[in-house]
């Protein structure tokens, strides 16, 4: 018996070294050396002869060779490599038979009937009732996930262990119910505190999420805070809009003047240049007229920089602009920062002051920048015409 238990577990290894995948990270040699050593176990604790622990140890180390072939249906893949395996090696048609029959009660669906088939059965599934459960199990799904079987989730795989333990498995042989079913109970009751665990937190989760959509739904103090923040937002947008449109005009007619002072001004002095000289005039001095209202659109303003007690209780000064502050004490912007903050209506009022003064800010550029374009605008018309005239009418 010895020598073909040696033979057998040499033949399982070389086997599963050979042709088991790599994806196969539960149901490989580990997993049968341990539903191996738990049949040894049920085997101390029952009544069988030489002959039939014999088979159940055959059953144990060839229960799983099938994956070797195939995932579904590896249990019959299994009963036909044993065959095959126990005829070469001279075993009795009969033991061949009962190991046969003991490699197939390790399906999942199937009821065993005899008792070899009922140690067999519960050895293979000695590990929910191990300290080394959740690690196991763990290898289970992601064996399951890299086959492409199935990809479940944690919380998932949490409630098919649940379903496993209450309603699909159960343990046939007296030993196993006796010893091995109170190790189970407990890993189930780990299980069930970890859902309970995580149950909680979804409903905290939820609760806060709720929770946070209400106060923003029903926070009127949020809208208005976004109303302002948006409406600021635009408003130095539009700034720096007008500013750039300013630029833009500074530099066109920049380069215009730059060409006509280097290119047009040096030859008038010649006399068949003469009627160049008042549409040159005019294009210059409408560059310029530009170039001024270009500045005075994007010149800034400056304040006093200061303020006093009085009027910031008076509510007078916006000191949420920096020309109302720049030249005042850090200990005296401080104390007018805290009055502001003190009173909710008076921040409000601030920001409301802030977004006026942006508002009659960009009045003014976007006035300037308006009359800027048109003066630009009349002053191309009006040199196009001269020029015309110059050249046509009095060349």
């Keep these: 018996m010895t020598d073909l238990i040696d033979k057998v577990d040499s033949f399982v290894l070389e086997l599963f070294k050979a042709k088991l995948p790599n994806t196969y990270i539960f149901h490989n ?28 140890l055959l059953a ?16 019959e893949e299994s009963e036909k490599i044993a065959r095959q395996f126990l005829k070469e090696n001279n075993v ?8 046969s029959q003991c490699i197939l009660a390790t399906k999942f669906d199937r009821t065993p009937t005899t008792a070899l088939e009922k140690i067999i059965k519960d050895a293979d599934c000695s590990h929910l009732a191990k300290e080394y459960f959740q690690e196991t ?45 109170p190790l189970k109970d407990t ?33 009127p103090e949020r809208s208005l805070q976004s109303l302002y923040r948006i409406t600021l937002r635009n408003h130095m947008k539009l700034s720096d809009i007008a500013d750039t449109k300013a630029n833009i005009l500074l530099s066109v007619n920049a380069i215009i ?17 003469e009627h160049l000289l008042y549409p040159t005039l005019i294009l210059i001095l409408f560059s310029v007229a530009s170039i001024i209202l270009s ?3 994007t010149r800034p303003n400056v304040t006093s920089g200061e303020f006093t007690k009085e009027q ?20 005296q912007f401080k104390w007018g920062i805290k009055e502001i903050s003190q009173d909710k209506d008076y921040v409000y009022e601030s920001l409301m002051l802030d977004l006026h003064s942006l508002g009659k800010v960009l009045h003014r550029k976007y006035l300037l920048l308006r009359l800027t374009y048109t003066v630009f605008m009349i002053g191309i018309i009006v040199s196009v015409l001269a020029f015309v005239v110059a050249f046509y009418y009095l060349k």
């Design 60 to 75: 144990a180390w060839l229960h799983d060779t099938g994956y070797t072939v195939k995932f579904e249906g590896h249990e």
């Design 257 to 273: 003047i730059s060409l006509a002072l280097a290119n047009m001004i040096p030859k008038l002095n010649a006399t068949t240049n």
């Design 312 to 331: 910031v209780e008076n509510r007078e000064i916006n000191l949420l602009f920096f020309g109302n502050f720049h030249k005042m004490p850090f200990e």
């Design 187 to 219: 890993n189930l009751s780990d299980l069930l505190e970890k859902k309970n665990k995580t149950v909680q937190k979804l409903k905290k989760e939820e609760t806060k999420a709720k929770l946070k959509a209400e106060y923003k739904n029903n926070n």
């Design 295 to 297: 500045i005075m659109s």
């Design 29 to 56: 040699y580990n997993h049968t050396q341990r539903v191996v050593k738990s049949s040894k176990e049920l085997i101390e604790n029952s009544q069988l002869n030489v002959k039939e622990e014999q088979v159940v």
């Design 92 to 99: 009795d048609p009969e033991t061949i038979e009962a190991v």
């Design 137 to 181: 199990s763990e290898f289970l799904r992601q064996e399951l996930q890299l086959l492409n079987i199935h990809n479940f989730s944690a919380e998932e795989w949490l409630n098919e262990n649940i379903n496993l333990f209450t309603e699909k498995h159960r343990y046939y042989t007296d030993y196993a119910s006796k010893t091995w079913k």
